[in-house]
């Protein structure tokens, strides 16, 4: 059966994302169970690609990336695959007409094949644009369930989370992405070297992202309003933890937020959201 076999890849889009973040499974868990499986479906997609260009250094990672293209555009045309991370996503795509966004997502991840140093501001803002913002506008046509008024009203504000989130993860990586995979993304970051001066334009810069991120949180629907902040507040927790390191122990270690933390913010987000201060 079909429908059985659709529901498994699901699965399968599930169990990816419970693998690899934790942070991100409790705010799956928090949607709404309707949109649940399809965020699982991008996620797993996005996940399984960001794979290939980061962490398989033994293998012809170009050759990886051009077949799991091909096989994407295969499930594409044909509306199913034996791959069921791409089976899963295929429909999305469909469903929520994303074929653009993730165009714009595998742009970027080749440029992780090739490019070494963001040294313009352009060049970073057009990585961070294809790597993060399109992932974000992928799971906002699926929040407003392809309500076009209401995915333009909201657009602009999940492009500023998307950029939040990743230039905190890039903050948080600093030194994994220059010592393991010689990839320097912050452009006023001189010489590879974090300094004072530096951390703080990069965290003003990230601060002013959550602050207009914020404004499109709160307009969210329901089924994923409570999801997106507790998203927001951990990472706004992990920006606030790195904003406390010195730049030494930024660049030479990676910081986390500990389990018993992410519990206690996600109690709190829940807490508030009862409240109906969100």
């Known amino acids: 059966m079909k429908k059985l076999f659709d529901s498994s890849s699901y699965d399968c889009s599930k169990l990816i994302t419970n693998t690899y973040s934790t942070s991100f499974s409790l705010g799956i868990k928090l949607f709404g169970r309707s949109i649940r499986p399809a965020i699982y479906a991008i996620y797993g997609f996005v996940r399984y690609a960001d794979e290939i260009v980061d962490t398989f250094h033994d293998y012809d990672q170009e050759k990886l990336l051009d077949e799991f293209e091909e096989e994407y555009q295969k499930a594409i045309d044909r509306k199913i695959s034996l791959n069921p991370i791409l089976n899963s996503f295929q429909e999305v795509v469909h469903n929520y007409e994303l074929y653009e966004y993730v165009e714009d997502f595998m742009r970027s991840m080749r440029y992780d094949l ?165």
Not at 129 to 154: H, I, K, P, T
Not at 172 to 197: I, K, M, Q, V
Not at 244 to 269: E, G, H, N, V, W
């Open 114 to 278: 090739s490019v070494d140093d963001y040294t313009s501001e352009e060049a970073y803002k057009d990585y961070i644009y294809g790597s993060a913002d399109v992932v974000g506008l992928m799971c906002l046509r699926v929040f407003v369930n392809n309500d076009n008024e209401r995915f333009e009203e909201l657009k602009g504000f999940a492009k500023h989370l998307g950029s939040a989130f990743q230039k905190v993860n890039f903050l948080r990586d600093l030194n994994a992405d220059l010592e393991g995979l010689g990839r320097s993304y912050f452009p006023n970051l001189t010489g590879r070297d974090l300094n004072e001066s530096t951390k703080q334009e990069i965290i003003a810069d990230i601060e002013a992202d959550f602050a207009e991120a914020y404004k499109g949180v709160v307009k969210l629907p329901l089924e994923s309003r409570l999801g997106v902040y507790l998203a927001y507040r951990y990472y706004q927790g992990l920006l606030s933890k790195l904003k406390r390191l010195d730049c030494t122990r930024i660049m030479t270690q990676r910081t986390r937020i500990s389990d018993p933390i992410k519990l206690y913010i996600m109690f709190k987000a829940i807490a508030r959201y009862k409240l109906n201060l969100i």
